[in-house]
């Protein structure tokens, strides 16, 4: 969906959304309460200025307007893969805008994701993954690599890789996978305000990613291994 439709569809009482490059930003009225709201477009790859920028506004959001919630829209490749910003330090510029949306979220400021178009790599993972809860549209394509990506690096073959994601959600892109896995809380359909506005509220303020994918069958074992390593401790 384009990102302006998504707008009007999330805000239909008012919003004051605007496009900077590849960046989104503004805010928007649900409920009578006004949102933070900060973005990408165009398959944005997340480069060390659209990183410092993005955390530059959550910043200031927790300064300027404590406990206002943030919706974070997203549609990424993926981290930029150049040799300028690999020399600037990308990683750090990443981890850095994931460090300030959980700096939103220890301070009260509700975060929540919402996958539009795509997510891929590390521009999903210092997003939407460390929302209070990421949410989708059914029509998105959410992978962290894809089948021929993880053949060179696992060192299998593409058809062995393909055989595995028909039984295990964690070898298959797609974003009823990321449901399954918990990655995706769920799949908003229909009224998209009332799902922003029922997500305000219900969404979880602690993680239950590795419950949820649990519960649903598509990652038996993180949440034993955690609760393992919590009674250990």
Same mark, same amino acid.
């Given at each position: 969906?384009d990102w302006?439709?998504?707008?009007d569809? #999330? =805000?239909?009482d008012?919003?004051?959304?605007e496009?900077?490059?590849?960046m989104?930003?503004?805010?928007?009225?649900?409920?009578g309460?006004?949102i933070?709201?900060?973005?990408?477009?165009?398959?944005?790859?997340?480069?060390?200025?659209?990183?410092?920028?993005q955390?530059?506004?959550?910043?200031d959001t927790?300064?300027q307007h404590?406990?206002?919630?943030?919706?974070?829209?997203?549609?990424?490749?993926g981290?930029?893969?150049?040799?300028?910003?690999e020399?600037? $330090?990308?990683?750090?510029a990443? +981890?850095?805008?994931?460090?300030?949306i959980?700096?939103?979220r220890?301070?009260?400021?509700?975060?929540?994701?919402?996958?539009?178009?795509?997510?891929?790599?590390?521009? =999903?993972?210092?997003? $939407?993954l460390?929302?209070?809860a990421c949410? +989708?549209?059914?029509?998105?394509?959410?992978?962290?690599m894809?089948? !021929? +990506?993880? +053949?060179?690096?696992?060192?299998?073959?593409?058809?062995?890789l393909a055989?595995l994601?028909r039984?295990?959600?964690v =070898?298959? !892109?797609?974003?009823?996978?990321?449901?399954?896995?918990?990655?995706i809380?769920?799949?908003?359909? $229909?009224?998209?305000a009332?799902?922003?506005?029922?997500? #305000?509220?219900?969404?979880?303020?602690?993680?239950?990613?590795?419950?949820?994918g649990?519960?649903? $069958?598509?990652?038996?074992?993180?949440?034993?291994?955690?609760e393992?390593?919590?009674?250990?401790?």
């Open positions: 969906m302006k439709n998504l707008a569809a #999330l =805000f239909p008012s919003h004051s959304i496009v900077h490059g590849d989104l930003c503004g805010t928007g009225v649900v409920e309460r006004t933070a709201v900060l973005g990408t477009t165009h398959h944005a790859a997340i480069g060390v200025g659209l990183a410092l920028n955390a530059r506004i959550v910043l927790i300064k404590p406990g206002r919630p943030i919706l974070l829209l997203i549609d990424t490749q981290q930029q893969l150049r040799r300028r910003d020399l600037l $330090g990308i990683n750090r990443m +981890a850095h805008l994931g460090c300030c959980d700096l939103a220890r301070r009260g400021h509700r975060v929540i994701g919402l996958v539009y178009d795509q997510a891929l790599s590390g521009g =999903f993972i210092t997003s $939407g460390i929302a209070d949410y +989708a549209l059914p029509e998105a394509e959410i992978r962290v894809g089948i !021929p +990506a993880m +053949a060179r690096v696992t060192k299998l073959s593409e058809e062995r055989a994601s039984s295990s959600p =070898f298959a !892109p797609g974003v009823d996978n990321y449901v399954v896995m918990g990655g809380r769920a799949l908003w359909t $229909g009224d998209l009332q799902a922003l506005g029922d997500a #305000l509220v219900t969404a979880p303020t602690v993680d239950e990613r590795a419950a949820d649990a519960a649903r $069958g598509g990652r038996r074992c993180a949440a034993p291994i955690i393992r390593v919590l009674d250990a401790a």
